[in-house]
């Protein structure tokens, strides 16, 4: 019983095992299967021999089961380990050490691959090792973004230096224009390992892309001049015009460059292209387009980024170029003009055309850099057919004759008109050709005549006249239409000159007619002067006639009149009242404008002149019920009362004119019942600001502009309020003759402000009552160094009604210095563009002549210049600039400023 008990037990037992066993190997296989669904497991024997792998590691290496089987992992080597690296995993693992690291493999393909490996001997009972254990993990993908990223940073680095290098490359501001170009494709070429590396750009019509510059690294060349028709690569083009890049990683694959791919890319074995737009003020002006020789290729980003970059360059360069042309042409340009200038001053004198055409036709071959050319005069002959006068050639040819020699080449004529400049003289027509010897114009040339490569032929015109025509020839660069377009001046002073010397075969009929041109227009001009003196006199004395019979009606008591008569006399008197004030403002804008008005400039008591105005404007005011206040702010202190805070130098008169002119403005254009404030204050030490307020309907924003212009009532005239459109344009010149500014603001709905600004009255402390009339007698001496005696005289006329200036004139600097020590000046007037020294130096002369006096120097230049240059000549120590022509109120205002500073 016992037996069976233990065997019943043993059984038990055993059951109970084998289902622990089932558990385990159950467990054991779940382990192994996750594990061969991540890792890449193999087992070796001591010896290293494979003896178990997963589907995971057949896989990955390509080797089947049956080839690994058996084999070494020797046969895994990529050969990137060096034998120190093996012998370092065996001693660790023979250890009975676990070792962990990344090991490069080679599939069976050859291809290379990366894992993350651990491995581990397995110990025996007796402690000995009896297998190998490996597990890896798959990192290829890993190590090849590390791979990336390394040689990304490689070339974002290599890229930074070249851009760099380039963006600071003196042949960026250079004057050779491909010096550049060259440097940026070679460049280009060489980070990029490119084989080709071309500079594309539109030409004018946008019909063709041009290479500006292309580089072959095979040749080590460079190359332009190849077109590319819209037409041949118009894909191409529209995704560069909308801004976008044109990867092409296979040009067998891609649809944008098929139009060219037979005809330009496979010939030159191209497999891959990258074109980014160059963009000039956000158009696309052409191309960079790097081509990869060889095969296809994949583009990365940062490769895309660094062509746009360059393209950016390239963009700065073609700007820079067009600069460095304009200042080019504006050189040439002035080459041009004093050529001219000195033609025409040249003919002024002597009236001699030959001599002046030869001189005009010497500069005009060397500015356009042709070998030869000839000019002359076109007349009709007794047939109607046109006769070529020859007046200056360049480089003699046997084409011509010398008939009727009687003053050389003034009776010079070409006889054959069958070639390409007799084109211009039998057809008036510019005639440009660039390749003569195909050009079906042209039908040889005369024995002894020199090549032609290239010839211009240009007619000149005076008015709808043809009245003459000059050739040029042998230009290297050959001519277009650019080059008579800058010619342009010189061919109008050549049809001046031409007609000029017209004028002067038959100069007595014509020097008559121009004498009784000029005596009428004499006559004119002295009848507008008599018409302007005598208008006061002629409107004036029947105006006062109607107005004073008008008062007497009024008046009569013995005859009174009815109501509906005295309506009408009524009615006369404000009419004629108008249009006295018409009459009045009408001569006071002529003066003004041609400078004819007088001030007599006193010192004076503002506020005593501002009291009088509201008093008189007051009864007009009350008839609207409209208050008037006289706000003087801030009160005077106890140091200074009233009348010297507010004593101006100004004409009386004028400044009255002035006043009245706003209060009445203030007062006719307000609301009934309104308000009209005038108001004193000092906005700087040296000025005082009148203001006149009202509550008026105010100016529309939109014509705030036109406030200013004369005979603009800005609608006023559709209210019934009487007005003439020109008060405030006078108040605003009278104001600015005294040295003042005028100005408004103005909201629509709550009323207007018209302000003035003139200069105070500087009074020292404890001056006596003879003081003012002291600085009124005061005479300031203005020293004008000019070499123009024109100007000169203009100056002097200008200043001959200020009594108190005195001018004191040289002609040359060095004139200029003695009368600076002899007199003193209180101010000079400096031509900044004399001969002899340039601005700067002379300023400093001065200066220096000056010691220590601070006497203020105005630069007078010879045209209008821009604020930048004015500001320029104010940094250099000028005070202010006057240009040329120099007007009266600008003259003033300057010499006032010049005074108080």
């Known amino acids: 019983v016992e037996y069976v008990a233990r065997q019943v037990c043993m059984a038990g037992r055993l059951h109970k095992l084998e289902q622990e066993l089932f558990a385990l190997r159950r467990d054991r296989n779940d382990l192994q299967r996750a594990i061969d669904q991540h890792a890449i497991v193999s087992m070796t024997d001591v010896a290293g021999r494979i003896t178990h792998v997963n589907e995971k590691f057949c896989e990955i290496s390509g080797y089947s089961e049956k080839e690994l089987l058996g084999n070494n992992h020797r046969i895994l080597k990529s050969g990137l380990h060096d034998r120190a690296f093996y012998q370092g995993i065996w001693d660790t693992i023979a250890s009975g050490q676990v070792w962990h690291g990344e090991i490069c493999n080679r599939r069976k393909n050859g291809d290379f691959y990366w894992v993350e490996a651990s491995i581990m001997p397995v110990m025996d009972e007796g402690g000995r090792i009896r297998q190998y254990i490996s597990l890896r993990t798959d990192i290829t993908k890993v190590k090849e973004d590390e791979l990336d990223a390394l040689e990304t940073g490689r070339r974002l680095k290599s890229q930074q230096r070249m851009l760099a290098r380039l963006a600071t490359d003196p042949a960026m501001n250079d004057r050779d224009p491909d010096l550049f170009f060259r440097r940026l494709v070679r460049y280009t070429s060489e980070n990029m390992g490119a084989g080709r590396v071309g500079l594309w750009l539109l030409d004018k019509s946008r019909r063709s892309l041009v290479c500006r510059m292309l580089y072959c690294s095979a040749e080590d060349a460079f190359t332009s001049g190849q077109e590319l028709a819209r037409e041949n690569c118009a894909p191409l083009l529209s995704a560069l015009e909308c801004h976008q890049y044109v990867v092409v990683n296979d040009v067998t694959r891609d649809s944008s460059v098929r ?36 095969g296809a ?28 042309e304009a200042e080019s042409v504006v050189e040439r340009q002035k080459h041009l003009l004093a050529l001219l200038n000195s033609a025409m001053t040249e003919f002024i004198s002597n009236q001699e055309i030959e001599q002046v055409t030869e001189h005009l036709l010497d500069g005009v071959l060397e500015l356009t850099r042709s070998e030869y050319g000839f000019a002359g005069e076109i007349q009709k002959n007794l047939g109607g057919t046109p006769d070529f006068r020859l007046h200056a050639l360049a480089m003699k040819s046997t084409d011509f004759s010398q008939e009727d020699a009687g003053d050389g080449s003034a009776s010079m004529r070409f006889q054959n008109l069958d070639t390409l400049f007799g084109e211009t003289i039998k057809n008036g027509q510019l005639v440009i050709s660039n390749d003569p010897e195909h050009d079906p114009r042209h039908r040889g040339l005369p024995e002894g005549h020199p090549p032609l490569r290239s010839y211009l032929g240009i007619p000149i015109y005076y008015g709808n006249s043809m009245v003459a025509m000059y050739a040029l020839a042998n230009r290297d660069r050959g001519y277009d239409r650019e080059l008579v377009e800058f010619l342009q001046p010189f061919n109008t002073t050549y049809g001046v000159l031409v007609e000029a010397a017209r004028i002067k075969r038959r100069s007595q009929l014509d020097q008559q007619a121009l004498l009784e041109a000029k005596e009428e227009a004499d006559n004119a001009n002295r009848a507008k002067s008599q018409f302007l003196s005598n208008m006061s006199h002629e409107l004036r004395t029947p105006l006062n006639a109607i107005m004073g019979f008008g008062q007497l009606l009024k008046m009569d008591r013995e005859r009174s009149l009815s109501p509906s008569q005295r309506d009408c006399v009524d009615e006369i008197l404000c009419a004629s009242q108008h249009l006295l004030d018409l009459i009045n403002e009408v001569l006071d804008l002529t003066r003004i404008e041609i400078g004819r008005i007088d001030l007599n400039m006193q010192v004076m008591d503002v506020a005593g002149l501002v ?20 706000i003087r702010h801030p009160e005077p202190s106890a140091e200074e009362d009233d009348e010297i805070r507010f004593r101006i130098r100004a004409d009386r008169t004028r400044l009255k004119q002035v006043l009245l002119n706003l209060l009445s403005n203030a007062v006719k254009y307000n609301k009934e019942g309104g308000r009209v404030e005038i108001g004193c204050k000092r906005t700087r030490p040296d000025r005082l600001h009148i203001a006149v307020s009202d509550t008026g309907h105010g100016i529309p924003r939109e014509k705030h502009s036109q406030v200013f212009q004369a005979f603009n009532r800005l609608g006023a005239e559709q209210t019934g309020i009487e007005g003439t459109g020109i008060g405030l344009v006078i108040t605003k010149k009278v104001i600015e003759l005294m040295g003042g500014t005028m100005g408004f603001e103005s909201r629509e709905g709550e009323g207007s402000t018209f302000w003035i600004e003139i200069p105070l009255e500087a009074r020292p402390a404890g001056r006596n009552a003879g003081d003012d009339h002291h600085k009124q007698a005061q005479i300031r001496k203005i020293l004008y160094i000019e070499n123009n005696a024109a100007s000169i005289r203009l100056v002097s006329h200008l200043l001959a009604h200020m009594s108190h200036v005195q001018l004191l004139t040289a002609q040359s600097l060095q004139e200029g210095l003695p009368l600076i020590d002899r007199h003193r000046p209180d101010l000079i007037l400096l031509n900044i563009n004399l001969q002899e020294i340039d601005s700067g130096e002379a300023l400093a002369v001065l200066r220096k002549q000056l010691e220590e006096h601070d006497t203020p120097v105005i630069a007078v230049g010879a045209g209008a210049a821009s604020q930048a240059d004015q500001n320029l000549y104010r940094e250099m120590g000028f005070l202010d600039y006057l240009s040329k022509p120099i007007e009266t109120e600008q003259l003033i205002r300057v010499i006032n400023k010049a005074f108080l500073e």
Request: proline share 4%; with cysteine; charged share 20%.
């Open 259 to 294: 139009e060219f791919l037979d005809a330009y890319l496979r010939p030159l074995n191209v497999g891959a292209m990258l074109n980014v737009p160059i963009l000039h003020r956000g158009e696309m002006v052409g191309m960079l387009c790097i081509e990869y020789v060889g």
């Open 297 to 324: 290729r994949q583009w990365k980003q940062d490769e895309c980024s660094f062509a746009s970059a360059l393209a950016a360059l390239a963009a700065q360069r073609l700007e820079i170029l067009k600069r460095i």
């Open 611 to 630: 009291d009088e105005c509201v008093g008189l404007i007051t009864p007009q005011a009350q008839e609207r019920n409209i208050a008037i206040q006289f």
